[in-house]
């Protein structure tokens, strides 16, 4: 069946470091990915998502790329900032809206 | 607009009681998901509608669980009888669409469930 894995958190950088939140997968066909996020105290939000290979999703100057080759797709982004401190999730879901798989999560703490 | 509802917000019961979650979807949401959320694990997907047809129930515990979706609005899950694993966050989600790759998923806050 589909499955996600994600790196282990947690993981604490400080401000304007560079980040990287690693995500693999394993899916029959071509599934959409997705990366979602919790901030504390809030509901999960979409942070960007992919449809197809190669397609770059971004949002707030988080990207990840959807790499066929290596069924991955991994969260970068250049300068974190305090405010990005959450649990980062990895997930996936195939094209018809159906077979939603979440990985477990990436706990992100940022400090001053 | 009005986000996705779930009440209540905590519940804490006995191991065999029975319990029952609601959720409300954004309006015009054809597609609602309910999730279980397990203190460090990600959400897991318990069963998917579309309308109020059952689109993916694989992953629900049928013996205990149940839900129902009524004229394609609100939904109901309803644990009987709990056992202590049931302990989690109900998550409740709603999308416009499920096809074609262009969906995205809106979250309730979710419903504490502590099973004593």
């Known amino acids: 069946g589909n499955s996600v894995t994600q790196m282990e958190g947690p993981v604490t950088l400080s401000e304007e470091a560079f980040l990287t939140i690693n995500c693999t997968y394993t899916?029959?066909?071509?599934?959409?990915l997705f990366w979602y996020v919790q901030y504390p105290g809030e509901g999960l939000q979409l942070l960007l998502k992919?449809?197809?290979?190669?397609d770059k999703g971004s949002n707030k100057g988080f990207e990840a790329t959807y790499r066929k080759e290596t069924t991955s797709f991994h969260l970068e982004k250049g300068s974190v900032q305090v405010s990005d401190s959450a649990v980062y999730f990895c997930?996936?879901?195939?094209?018809?809206?159906?077979?939603?798989?979440f990985g477990p999560g990436t706990r992100l703490s940022v400090l001053p | 607009e009005a986000g996705v509802a779930q009440s209540p917000r905590y519940k804490i019961i006995e191991k065999r009681q029975s319990v029952a979650f609601w959720c409300n979807p954004i309006?015009?949401?054809?597609?609602l998901y309910w999730y279980q959320q397990i203190l460090g694990q990600g959400p897991k997907l318990l069963i998917q509608?579309?309308?109020?047809?059952?689109?993916?129930d694989s992953q629900l515990p049928k013996d205990r669980f149940s839900a129902e979706r009524l004229k394609g609005v609100d939904s109901t899950l309803k644990i009987q009888p709990a056992k202590l694993e049931d302990s989690a966050v109900y998550l409740c989600?709603?999308?416009?669409?499920?096809?074609?790759?262009?969906?995205?998923?809106?979250f309730g806050p979710g419903t504490r469930l502590t099973v004593t």
């Open positions: 509608f579309q309308n109020n047809g059952v689109v993916d």
């Open positions: 899916a029959t066909g071509y599934p959409s």
């Open positions: 309006s015009g949401h054809a597609t």
């Open positions: 989600a709603s999308s416009l669409t499920g096809t074609s790759g262009n969906y995205e998923q809106y």
């Open positions: 992919a449809t197809k290979a190669d």
């Open positions: 997930a996936l879901g195939n094209n018809y809206g159906q077979n939603f798989v």
